[in-house]
């Protein structure tokens, strides 16, 4: 076997290794390393050069990638999952034909969407499921991101808190955890305009806490401006605290007569 390629498949066994007991400060010094011997290897994207162990190179250095975002997963880091999904892409797409399909890409493409959706990149959520082949929704990651940003979309916040006691893959926690954020913030700031006071029993139940404890932890957190007293939830400080800002019905009154008559005129 080439030299390199046994080089990289030590360093990358050493760095699965320190993955599975979580010395993550470690990888990332072993991925750095990783990354720099890949550049050697005259096979990979962009130039696919056919070199004779052009299958070995491009399979070791898909599960590297592969493994770097789950990494950066792990690590809680957005943007190196990011950097990472995008060197891993090409494996996926334009390798067809080259190397057998990864196990790994459809959860890993799956979890890229999910990421987006946190993101609220709405749009590049939609052109990234475009590129991919019909079948794919058929894959149970694709099918469970999809129905996310249908829930997320329809304001069916029950179901995307739902899909959080339910979601299996262990990298999708993190992202879930972060939907499940937005999701309850954004139920926090409507319940706080539309209404004056709820039951904790009330605010539990929409905000989907599972115990009076976790409630109490995130309005500490999130709205310390929200009071617990006798069993129910205020919002009024809340209201308080933002400027109140008069509508001016008549000046807009006045500009709707105007549009009116100009729109008469033309006709």
């Excluded at 590049?124 to 996310?148: G, K, M, Q, S, T």
Aim: with cysteine; glycine share 2%; proline share 6%.
């Amino acid at each position: 076997m080439d030299p390199q390629l046994v080089e990289v498949t030590q360093i990358f066994a050493r760095f699965k290794a320190a993955l599975v007991r979580k010395d993550f400060d470690h990888c990332k010094k072993l991925l750095s390393q990783l990354k720099v011997l890949l550049t050697r290897f005259p096979s990979l994207p962009p130039t696919f050069e056919k070199t004779p162990n052009a299958v070995q190179e491009l399979l070791i250095a898909r599960e590297i990638y592969e493994h770097a975002v789950v990494l950066s997963v792990k690590t809680e880091n957005q943007d190196a999952f990011e950097r990472d999904f995008f060197q891993l892409k090409p494996f996926y797409t334009d390798t067809c034909g080259l190397i057998p399909p990864s196990p790994e890409e459809y959860p890993i493409l799956g979890l890229n969407l999910l990421r987006l959706l946190v993101q609220n990149r709405i749009s590049e959520f939609h052109r990234e499921l475009e590129l991919l082949p019909a079948a794919a929704l058929e894959n149970p990651c694709i099918r469970h991101a999809v129905e996310l940003e249908q829930s997320f979309m329809e304001g069916a916040y029950n179901r995307v808190l739902s899909a959080r006691q339910t979601v299996q893959p262990e990298t999708y926690v993190y992202f879930m955890d972060l939907l499940a954020k937005t999701v309850r913030d954004e139920i926090a700031g409507c319940s706080e305009k539309a209404y004056d006071s709820l039951s904790v029993a009330d605010a539990k139940k929409i905000m989907m806490f599972s115990s009076d404890q976790e409630l109490s932890t995130y309005i500490d957190e999130e709205h310390p401006e929200w009071e617990i007293k006798n069993g129910f939830v205020y919002f009024q400080k809340a209201k308080e605290a933002q400027p109140w800002k008069e509508i001016p019905s008549m000046q807009l009154i006045n500009q709707t007569l105007s549009y009116a008559r100009e729109l008469e005129r033309i006709v």
